[in-house]
């Protein structure tokens, strides 16, 4: 499991909440890790993406209450700059004890910031709740609005939910018109960014979860820190979280490697190409994990 | 017949300057001149062209200790040239802003103030990193209380140094309602720890005036009963925040300030007669060298209707509270005293604030060319910031800083005391030198003086 990260144990979970399932993207675990922290003082303040002055265009907010936190449920397919707000909360919002959800560059991003804290006086031992999600890339939100308007002849605002799961990016709306496209005709939407990525299930985060390798309705969980180990244990004894083996889980962690082994290598002969001679132009990265 | 000793550079302060002193035989200072040798700043000039909501960031850079009184003396000096009114909640985190550094500031001069008070009853210095209690307890309380001071300047100002939160207009952003039970917490901690420091310096500083000798090189120096006593005046715009040329009946009035060159101030070139290796830290200058306060002052001198005069927190006591104590412990018990000052007015701004209300100024005229001036009291004291916008843009910006008002004061408070502790009386002053340090406006003579200083 080479490029499945560090992880102390490995769940197929889902939210012992109903409210948070009715909303939820896959299993609701980042709302239901979150809402637990919250109503216990494991955190004080979460980062998350929140509703944004359009629809589906995710906005980083800071919820310090449950309520706030139920309207940020759900995957929105555009980046959301959550570590925007990570010097803030520690200032004019007061918080102590912050949690922050985020893509796999995102949780890098947490880390650096907490190893190297430049402009990030005082934040770094804020931060005690980092949740990684699967990210195999990510779209600008005008790549995301021609993707659904043009492609899935939908309009926007109808949509109820978005998915991407068995090669398909798919768009629910209320009134039952669904309509699929596949991924293929996605990719030219991608961000060029995430083409250079290197890591598919947030190796760096306490807890990272996504819906790769788990049944509908279940998500997927690495849990990787001793302090996500412990919040996530007790928000399973609480019953916010139900949790169970991944023994014989099908798809199960051959899927995540799969998709994990795909992304990488792909993005590592896109940086080879970029550190070849002839691409001078284009700088060449250096792999993260090595 | 006079001898001249130099203290060069002198310690337990923020920036670099040094002590020239004229002693008699017995030695007791005759003339003191005390001066800033920190290299220029430069800050007024790169001000010059830069937009309005620039220039208080980098005037805020002028230093790390007092960043906050800087970005706030320049941000309403630029409101004052423009004409901006700031909505009352902008206020009241300003002043929150204010009383936070305030501070912390005195917090931190105790720390460098202890290590000539004596514990009272004995004959043993303060050395407040020493484990022994009950030094221990009293570094840790200071401690705290710069943790308060701190953390809540970082709430309110998003930076506790250099601020990021106020702008041209009020600030950038309200506190949250959790925020501001922060700040209730932190003050209600603070406010036990406060008094109870306030009064321990009082006891010690109360101690040293009653004491005969201080152990100085030593030698037992005796300690007069006028130490650091002067007769100039008092300078304060404000019992806590502050006054700017936008006020009704503004406290600061630019008519009765005049500049004069270190040249024409400060004592011509000298040689060191005098030298004492056992003063701390590796003895004085020694004799022979050549000492030049005048060319070496990098300070102008402000006067005041033609007079140094002393800002900081015995000017303020002086003018709003009748205070009376004289001399460097009176100085020194006049900053303890401000310490519960800081913490009830920072938990009566932050009960007055509203956290859903705006805190930036609708609109922002872009300025006329208008000269406009704000004086906040800084910790240290009176920090006037003038300036003149032009259509969004910085055309002349200076600043009068407390520790340059201080500067000739303070020299003049040396005469009578002796020579060995003439850095108990700059202390006593809370010098914060760095921004002290001014560009010397060019004519004449000054074109001279430059020429000199490259030779």
């Known amino acids: 499991m080479e490029y499945l990260g560090q992880y102390k144990a490995v769940y197929k979970a889902k939210s012992g909440c109903e409210d948070i399932l009715a909303k939820a993207q896959d299993g609701g675990i980042v709302t239901s890790m979150f809402a637990y922290a919250l109503e216990t003082g494991i955190i004080d303040g979460a980062i998350v993406a929140g509703p944004g002055s359009e629809p589906y265009k995710p906005e980083p907010m800071i919820a310090t209450t449950v309520e706030e936190l139920f309207a940020s449920r759900g995957t929105k397919y555009s980046v959301s700059p959550n570590l925007a707000l990570i010097k803030e909360a520690t200032r004019s919002y007061g918080l102590d004890k912050i949690g922050i959800v985020g893509t796999p560059c995102q949780i890098q991003a947490v880390r650096k910031g907490q190893l190297y804290p430049v402009g990030l006086r005082d934040v770094p031992d804020k931060i005690v709740l980092a949740l990684g999600i699967f990210c195999m890339e990510n779209f600008p939100y005008q790549g995301l609005f021609q993707m659904v308007e043009d492609h899935c002849a939908t309009k926007i605002e109808n949509v109820t939910k978005m998915d991407i799961g068995k090669g398909k990016f798919s768009v629910y709306t209320e009134r039952g018109v669904n309509s699929q496209i596949p991924l293929k005709v996605t990719h030219k939407y991608e961000q060029p960014g995430c083409h250079v990525c290197l890591d598919y299930v947030a190796n760096m985060a306490d807890i990272s979860t996504g819906s790769v390798g788990t049944p509908d309705g279940w998500s997927t969980v690495f849990v990787r820190s001793a302090a996500g180990e412990a919040a996530f244990n007790k928000a399973v004894e609480a019953g916010w979280i139900i949790a169970e083996s991944m023994d014989g889980v099908k798809p199960g962690l051959e899927l995540v490697e799969k998709l994990a082994t795909e992304k990488i290598t792909k993005n590592q002969k896109y940086l080879e190409h970029r550190a070849h001679k002839d691409h001078a132009a284009l700088k060449p990265l250096r792999n993260p994990y090595i | ?455």
């Open chain 2, 1 to 455: 017949m006079s001898k001249v000793v130099e203290i060069s550079p002198t310690t337990r302060h923020e920036g670099h300057s040094k002590l020239v002193l004229k002693v008699n035989d017995e030695g007791i200072i005759e003339r003191g001149d005390w001066l800033s040798i920190t290299p220029v700043r430069g800050v007024e000039k790169l001000a010059i062209g830069k937009t309005y909501e620039q220039v208080p960031k980098i005037a805020s850079r002028v230093c790390g200790i007092c960043p906050i009184a800087h970005t706030l003396a320049a941000t309403e000096a630029m409101e004052a040239s423009m004409g901006v009114e700031i909505p009352d909640d902008a206020y009241l985190l300003r002043v929150i802003l204010q009383c936070a550094n305030r501070l912390h500031s005195h917090a931190l001069h105790d720390i460098l103030a202890l290590p000539d008070l004596y514990l009272p009853g004995t004959d043993i210095k303060v050395n407040p990193f020493s484990p022994e209690e009950p030094v221990r307890s009293v570094a840790k309380r200071i401690q705290t209380l710069r943790m308060i001071g701190q953390t809540i300047g970082e709430i309110v100002g998003g930076e506790a140094v250099h601020p990021s939160n106020p702008r041209v207009g009020g600030m950038y952003k309200n506190i949250t309602p959790r925020a501001k039970a922060k700040i209730f917490d932190l003050a209600k901690q603070g406010l036990k720890l406060a008094r109870e420091q306030m009064e321990f310096m009082i006891a010690l500083e109360e101690n040293y005036m009653k004491r005969d000798w201080a152990e100085m090189c030593g030698r037992e120096v005796a300690i007069p009963k006028d130490l650091g006593y002067h007769n100039q005046g008092y300078m304060a715009a404000a019992p806590m925040y502050g006054s700017s040329s936008l006020d009704l009946n503004p406290e600061w009035d630019p008519a009765r300030w005049l500049e004069v060159r270190p040249w024409d101030w400060y004592m011509g070139e000298e040689e060191i007669t005098l030298e004492d290796p056992a003063y701390p830290i590796g003895g004085t200058t020694k004799a022979g060298t050549k000492a030049w306060p005048q060319m070496q002052a990098c300070t102008g001198v402000p006067l005041y209707d033609g007079q140094p005069v002393e800002v900081g927190p015995r000017a303020r006591l002086v003018k709003y509270q009748n205070y009376d104590r004289k001399g460097a412990m009176g100085l020194n018990i006049a900053r303890a005293m401000e310490y519960m000052d800081c913490i009830y007015k920072m938990i009566e701004a932050v009960d007055a604030i509203d956290t859903s209300a705006p805190v930036c100024a609708d609109v922002i005229p872009q300025g006329d060319g208008e000269i406009g001036w704000a004086a906040n009291e800084a910790p240290r004291g009176c920090d006037v910031h003038l300036a003149k916008v032009r259509n969004g843009k910085v055309e002349w910006f200076s600043m009068l800083v407390p520790t340059t008002w201080n500067f000739p004061t303070c020299s003049r408070a040396l005469t009578g005391a002796p020579w060995e502790l003439a850095e108990v009386i700059v202390r006593a002053y809370d010098p914060c030198v760095s921004c002290a340090t001014h560009m010397i406006v060019l004519d004449e003579n000054n074109k001279l003086v430059a020429q000199k200083l490259l030779e």
